[in-house]
Nanobody
Framework: QVQLVESGGGLVQAGDSLRLSCVAS????????TGWFRQAPGKEREFVAA????????VYADSVKGRFTTSRDNARNTVYLQMNSLKPDDTAVYYC?????????????????WGQGTQVTVSS
């Protein structure tokens, strides 16, 4: 079983940057692909970014492309989401997820393991 714990959220101003971290325990992440999703108040959870097992392949939602970057350090069992040029519309709870397959996926139902989420609030 894989446990995921996110950190790094907070309150920032528009244009600022944040880096979210997701530390895995229980098993090595090296055989898992990972994803980041977010959920704003009153909205459904949406895909943000995903990476293959070694980070060699990544996919991003159009709304964050060019501003967000996901990466991973399998030696540290950690996944990152670097968020630049943040906008108020990026305000949400951000979740890290993992699935026991090596390829990327943008579909939340394909992810087996989820973290508890970290709040990101961007003020205008």
């Amino acid at each position: 079983q894989v446990q995921l714990v996110e950190s790094g959220g907070g309150l920032v101003q528009a244009g600022d940057s944040l880096r979210l971290s997701c530390v895995a325990s229980g098993r090595s992440l090296s055989s898992y692909s990972t994803g980041w999703f977010r959920q704003a108040p009153g909205k459904e959870r949406e895909f943000v970014a995903a990476a293959s097992w070694n980070g060699g392949s990544t996919v991003y939602a159009d709304s964050v492309k060019g501003r967000f970057t996901t990466s991973r350090d399998n030696a540290r069992n950690t996944v990152y989401l670097q968020m630049n040029s943040l906008k108020p519309d990026d305000t949400a709870v951000y979740y890290c997820a993992a699935r026991p397959f090596i390829g990327v996926s943008t579909t939340s139902s394909e992810y087996k393991h989820w973290g508890q989420g970290t709040q990101v609030t961007v003020s205008s």
